[in-house]
């Protein structure tokens, strides 16, 4: 399987559709980056492939090479800035045209995600993302039964391996490559509405079911960062996926905000810009005991350490670094610290 040189695999699941999946998707694959991970994502919203618009890769084509393909650079690795790489594979690549539809039943998108999971090269990846289609479909299924078939095989093939190299092998612990691991578990995203949180419950049942482990739960768009003025109202209503987490015993990694700038970065590339005093509200409470809530203030001036540097960021500046300057980059990097005390921990 070409998950080999993975060491951590995190789904990112939510029962409704319209949460923001590929959004979450793609700030927690920059901001583990920007913790000096090096991030794969790989795209098996099959109809509706926009991993690599959020990236701004559409135009590229990924590599056939021998065994598989080569998936796309969003930005190499930096020691100076002591960030990770961050790779992309997706079906939008492979088709000719963007706007064509993919009309697919079952066994063949079955087969699809089957095949991305064994034919794309991942180079040494520590976290492989997975950003997944609504619901508990024939994508999830799929997914399911491949990682933890191919973790029951692996951890067969480990014992083998330990057994014939004795002491040696039982010196070592099995190393932290160890497939039986490698599927970290998922994060769960959901918006504050009843009606959405009431589909997403159905999803950690499905987890439960599978024996994916639930990461923790984000609440997007709860509330929205008014581009005229410091506000940020909850529009949405707020608190639905913190009572959801609390409800089924599980981590709530905070609320996230509508923000009109990131929008603007993904669509446009422009560099995010605020009025003075913005500030992005965030409830990540550890105990998820109703209290915790603190208020980020916007980027400072200084983001990345670029000093004077920074002033003249543009849109032909990386991804990664104009998102540092977006009002959720604060809130995305905390929840990827948590991830990765949380997986690395173990």
């Known amino acids: 399987m070409s998950l080999d040189r993975v060491k951590h695999i995190v789904l990112v699941l939510s029962g409704k559709g319209g ?9 927690l694959a920059l901001a583990l980056s920007l913790a000096n991970r090096s991030v794969g994502v790989l795209d098996v919203d099959l109809t509706g492939p926009n991993m690599p618009r959020f990236f701004g890769v559409e135009s ?4 056939q090479a021998p065994g598989g ?9 930096s020691a100076a800035d ?16 963007r706007g064509d539809a993919v009309v697919w039943r079952g066994p063949k998108k079955t087969a699809m ?16 993302l997975i950003d997944t289609p609504p619901g508990t479909s024939d994508e ?24 014939g190299a004795g002491a040696a092998a039982a010196a070592g612990g099995g190393g932290e490559g160890s497939h039986a691991e490698r599927l970290a578990g998922a994060v769960v995203v959901t918006t504050p509405q009843a009606v959405a949180t009431a589909d997403v419950r159905k999803e950690l049942n499905f987890c439960a079911k599978t024996g994916i482990k639930v990461l923790g739960v984000i609440e997007n768009m709860s509330g929205f960062v008014c581009p005229n003025c410091s506000e940020c109202t909850n529009v949405f209503s707020s608190g639905g996926g ?8 599980l981590p709530f990694l905070g609320s996230v905000p509508l923000d009109p700038q990131f929008v603007r970065l993904v669509e446009a590339g422009d560099v995010p810009t605020y009025p003075a005093g913005t500030a992005a509200r965030m409830n990540n409470n550890t105990n998820n005991d109703g209290v915790g809530g603190r208020t980020l203030p916007s980027p400072p001036d200084d983001v990345g350490g670029g000093g004077s540097d920074d002033a003249t960021l543009s849109e032909h500046d990386p991804l990664v670094k104009r998102y540092q300057r977006c009002s959720l980059s604060p809130l995305f990097r905390d929840m990827a610290a948590r991830l990765i005390e949380s997986i690395e921990s173990r």
Not at 19 to 27: C, L, P, R, Y
Not at 69 to 77: F, Q, T
Not at 113 to 128: I, K, N, P
Not at 242 to 248: C, G, I
């Open 113 to 128: 995600v089957r095949q991305f999971l064994t034919d794309v090269l991942w180079a040494d990846v520590d976290y492989l």
């Open 60 to 63: 590229a084509k990924v590599t």
């Open 242 to 249: 913190e009572l959801m987490a609390r409800d089924f015993d």
């Open 82 to 97: 002591q960030m990770g790489s961050l790779r992309c594979m997706s079906l939008a690549f492979l088709l000719r045209d």
């Open 69 to 77: 393909w080569i998936p796309v650079s969003v930005h190499d690795a």
């Open 19 to 27: 949460v923001g999946k590929s959004s979450v998707t793609t700030q």
């Open 140 to 163: 999830h299924i799929s997914l399911a039964e491949s990682l933890l078939q191919h973790a029951i095989q692996q951890r067969g093939a480990e014992a083998g391996a330990g057994a």
